[in-house]
């Protein structure tokens, strides 16, 4: 391939994917686009006799919509992963605990509507499809915690805080951009 970029990759639950480059993509967040359509068709489909004909039309219609869902998800996700290994030479993501993180109940749902194992997946086997490296950084490596620009590590951030702002050099970027960049300099 001979591309020599690096790109460091920080997933996210607003946007699926901040690059150190700048780029945002944005997720397709399928599923909550179609939590009310999915769940009008659960609701309707709850008091058909189970056998029925209408009760496999309408399991039909919840099947169909299951899978548009899936098939949205994945489609954004393989050209996200096609994109990143196609044009970069060594990519940098971190080790993220999903299940660890599905357990927030919260957060589970925007969790899982992103796919960010799914992303890890298709990264490492189009990495070498395509000639190009996945570096993974340890879990507890502090991509959002330090400063892209001076080094200096903050003790506590906050997930509501969106901006990052150095206290040592008044440094203000993105926090997801921040990430980025750290996890692109940890490569090297």
């Not at 609701?43 to 039909?60: F, M, Q, T, V």
């Not at 969106?162 to 980025?180: K, Q, T």
């Amino acid at each position: 391939m001979g591309n020599t970029t690096v790109v460091g990759v920080d997933l996210g639950v607003k946007a699926l994917a901040t690059l150190s480059t700048g780029e945002v993509i944005e997720g397709a967040k399928s599923y909550r686009k179609n939590k009310k359509k999915l769940s009008r068709l659960q609701w309707l489909n709850r008091n058909k006799i189970i056998g029925s004909k209408n009760w496999r039309k309408a399991h039909l219609k919840i099947a169909r919509l299951h899978r548009k869902i899936a098939n949205i998800r994945k489609d954004t996700i393989h050209k996200l992963t096609s994109l990143l290994a196609k044009n970069h030479g060594t990519i940098v993501i971190e080790d993220l605990n999903v299940s660890g993180m599905m357990k927030n109940h919260k957060l589970a749902g925007a969790i899982s509507d992103m796919g960010f194992y799914e992303v890890r997946r298709q990264l490492e086997y189009k990495c070498k499809l395509y000639g190009s490296k996945l570096f993974v950084v340890d879990r507890w490596f502090p991509s959002s915690k330090t400063c892209s620009n001076c080094g200096h590590k903050k003790e506590i951030l906050n997930l509501s805080e969106r901006v990052f702002s150095c206290e040592n050099c008044n440094f203000i970027i993105d926090r997801d951009l921040n990430a980025a960049i750290n996890l692109s300099k940890a490569a090297s």
